[in-house]
């Protein structure tokens, strides 16, 4: 089992920059490939990142590409989500996610392991 849990979502101007946290405890983050995911209200929710292992490829929405970097830190077993230039279309619940099999899987069923989420609000 791996537990997660989201923190560093708020409100921030159109243009500014937030970094998200992710804190996992249970098992290292080394076993696993980690992902972000968003859900604004009334949509479903969709792959923003994904970091396969430490060092590893990485995975970005169209979306958000150029502007996000995901990135991890095993040792503290963390994981993070810098997010620049950040527009109105970002407002959204960010989540962390794990997945055992450690390739690439933008399909959130196909991840194991969720964290409870941590509301971002970009004003425009």
């Known amino acids: 089992q791996v537990q997660l849990v989201e923190s560093g979502g708020g409100l921030v101007q159109a243009g500014g920059s937030l970094r998200l946290s992710c804190a996992a405890s249970?098992?290292?983050?080394?076993?696993?490939?980690m992902g972000w995911f968003r859900q604004a209200p009334g949509k479903e929710r969709e792959f923003v990142a994904t970091?396969?292992?430490?060092?590893?490829?990485?995975y970005y929405a169209e979306s958000v590409k150029g502007r996000f970097t995901i990135s991890r830190d095993s040792a503290k077993n963390m994981v993070y989500l810098q997010m620049n230039s950040l527009k109105a279309e970002d407002t959204a619940v960010y989540y962390c996610?794990?997945?055992?099999?450690?390739?690439?899987?933008?399909?959130?069923?196909?991840?194991?392991?969720w964290g409870q989420g941590t509301q971002v609000t970009v004003s425009s």
């Open positions: 249970g098992r290292t983050i080394s076993n696993y490939a």
């Open positions: 996610a794990a997945r055992r099999r450690m390739s690439y899987s933008s399909t959130p069923e196909e991840y194991d392991y």
């Open positions: 970091n396969l292992w430490s060092g590893g490829s990485t």
